[in-house]
């Protein structure tokens, strides 16, 4: 499926190359979005909604889209009655899945290594 070019990320007004990943991956529900994906080969919307229960229907769908835009993430509908609708990780966004790894190592040594606040 073709992603829509008009809301590709343009370099043009960023002083450095990494606010681009920052935009991409903007947005609360992002990298936990990203890190389902990362652990199926797929999954439905309904899916992603129950493992993530805090998040709204209206915000999943925009993020997704977002992701989608940015081609992080495919979506592709499946035939049926009803029709239902899958998303997987495109190929730009399984190069995340290390970054996202590395980052989950980093968190829980920093809440070990952290002492408790009083």
């Known amino acids: 499926m073709p992603a829509d070019r008009t809301n590709k990320v343009s370099c043009s007004s960023y002083t450095h190359e990494l606010e681009v990943a920052f935009e991409i991956l ?56 009803p029709p239902t609708v899958e998303y997987s990780l495109t190929e730009m966004g399984r190069k995340l899945i290390p970054l996202f790894e590395d980052m989950n190592a980093w968190t829980v040594e920093y809440l070990t290594r952290r002492k408790p606040q009083d």
């Open 26 to 81: 903007s947005g609360k529900w992002v990298p936990l979005i990203i890190w389902h994906l990362s652990k199926a080969e797929n999954r439905r919307f309904g899916e992603l909604r129950r493992l993530m229960p805090k998040v709204t229907q209206k915000m999943l769908t925009q993020q997704l889209r977002n992701l989608e835009r940015y081609e992080i993430v495919y979506r592709e509908e499946q035939p049926g009655v």
